[in-house]
């Protein structure tokens, strides 16, 4: 079983940043992606970026140029640096990650963040 151990969301001024950090472990088959989602209230999850254990990459065009999602795959720990932040996303960011074992792919969710963007 996996475990995602989040931190960093708070509330800070529009056009200021944040760094969220979501740290995995409790599986050695953990973990093939992670990354980042978020929900704003009377929204949908949406995805904000993942990445892959080979460092690969996918944003949502809405926070592409302000975010940046790297990893540190020793410590199985991803890092979410926002910058310029908007009230727009202003949410509740879940980290994600995916287990791959004897082919089975298991989804993981860790408790969720607020990070909120004041106008």
């Known amino acids: 079983q996996v475990q995602l151990v989040e931190s960093g969301g708070g509330l800070v001024q529009a056009g200021g940043s944040l760094r969220l950090s979501c740290a995995a472990s409790?599986?050695?088959?953990?973990?093939?992606?992670m990354g980042w989602y978020r929900q704003a209230p009377g929204k949908e999850r949406e995805l904000v970026a993942t990445?892959?254990?080979?460092?690969?990459?996918n944003y949502a065009d809405s926070v592409k140029d302000r975010f940046t999602l790297s990893r540190d795959n020793a410590k199985n720990t991803v890092y979410l640096q926002m910058n310029s932040l908007k009230p727009e996303d202003t949410a509740v960011y879940y980290c994600?990650?995916?287990?791959?074992?004897?082919?089975?792919?298991?989804?993981?969710w860790g408790q969720g963040t607020q990070v909120t963007a004041s106008s």
């Open positions: 994600y990650a995916t287990s791959l074992m004897f082919g089975i792919i298991t989804d993981y």
């Open positions: 990445i892959t254990s080979g460092g690969g990459t």
């Open positions: 409790g599986s050695i088959f953990c973990c093939s992606t």
